[in-house]
């Protein structure tokens, strides 16, 4: 079964920087979309990023563009989102999602990790 664990998350200061890592099992990036989500306090879960692994084409929320960038390590299974100059704001679980469909520029998965939390400080 399709597997993705996140980690790389914890505490960081504004202007920062982290990188969180998702290790997927279960399926090979060839065939799949995967990407990464977050979830502030208080808000709707958000897109952030993702890659389709069968063309290429990679996707950033505009908020995060500049700043963030989603890689793969494909012989790994392994997909990272370096987020760079991280705000107060951005506090947030952060979920990796993989599978589903690609609508216009919205993501819709099949599969979701169970989160980490990135908390930054003000």
């Known amino acids: 079964e399709v597997q993705l664990v996140e980690s790389g998350g914890g505490l960081v200061q504004a202007g920062g920087s982290l990188r969180l890592s998702c290790a997927a099992s279960?399926?090979?990036?060839?065939?799949?979309?995967i990407g990464w989500f977050r979830q502030a306090p208080g808000k709707a879960r958000e897109g952030v990023s993702y890659?389709?692994?069968?063309?290429?084409?990679?996707y950033y929320a505009d908020s995060v563009k500049g700043r963030f960038t989603i890689s793969s390590d494909n012989a790994k299974n392994t997909v990272y989102l370096q987020m760079n100059s991280l705000k107060p704001e951005e506090t947030a679980i952060y979920y990796c999602?993989?599978?589903?469909?690609?609508?216009?520029?919205?993501?819709?998965?099949?599969?979701w990790g169970q989160g980490t939390q990135v908390t930054v400080s003000s």
């Open positions: 890659i389709s692994h069968k063309d290429g084409i990679i």
């Open positions: 279960g399926f090979t990036f060839d065939d799949y979309i």
């Open positions: 999602a993989a599978g589903g469909v690609v609508l216009g520029t919205i993501y819709y998965p099949d599969d």
